[in-house]
């Protein structure tokens, strides 16, 4: 008892919903699962209560969550409870705020029998270019998924890549 009200005086405990590389059986888990990034504890499938754009964009096929509610499905995903150090991790892993940013959003539990919400941080792109909105819409991410846009490794792509100059439109190609 005592170990853990010291953990929690020392570390805040987030809740953190992952839709796209970040989930299970994805390419990116292992970041979530690596205890050098810190703790993340999964709590529960869950989707978006309002419905968003999840689409996948660039030549490296990165799923991106688009800010634009009421477009799109409820995106489906999982909660997990992180502490401070993976929350950071997360932040560096998505660019917050220099890409991706992270927003509190109400995630709806798919696993229980009541409609419970929770408030969870999600990382969205919300200066996208108005091109990302006619790419299909996903409700589901999955890399090996039908749509055959497979997900390419950050440590396979070029290092002069510069994802968010590819889908923000507030930066321009230099």
Same mark, same amino acid.
């Given at each position: 008892m005592f170990l853990r009200q010291t953990w929690t005086i020392n570390n805040m405990?987030?809740?953190?919903?992952?839709?796209?590389t970040l989930k299970?059986?994805?390419?990116?888990?292992?970041?979530?699962t690596n205890p050098e990034n810190g703790v993340a504890t999964f709590i529960a499938e869950g989707m978006t209560k309002e @419905?968003?754009?999840?689409i996948i964009a660039t030549k490296y096929n990165v799923p991106f969550l688009l800010h634009s509610p009421g477009t799109g499905y409820n995106v489906k995903g999982e909660i997990y409870e992180v502490d401070d150090k993976m929350l950071s991790n997360l932040d560096i892993l998505e660019d917050h705020p220099n890409c991706y940013i992270r927003d509190k959003n109400d995630i709806v539990l798919t696993d229980s029998t009541h409609r419970t919400v929770m408030k969870c941080w999600v990382y969205f792109l919300k200066m996208f270019k108005p091109e990302l909105l006619s @790419?299909?819409?996903l409700e589901d991410y999955k890399s090996e998924g039908d749509h055959g846009l497979?997900?390419?490794?950050?440590?396979?792509r070029d290092v002069n890549f510069k994802l968010k100059l590819a889908v923000r439109n507030d930066c321009a190609y230099l």
């Open positions: 405990v987030h809740k953190v919903f992952v839709y796209g299970r059986n994805e390419p990116n888990h292992g970041t979530m @419905k968003y754009p999840l @790419k299909p819409f497979r997900y390419c490794e950050r440590c396979k």
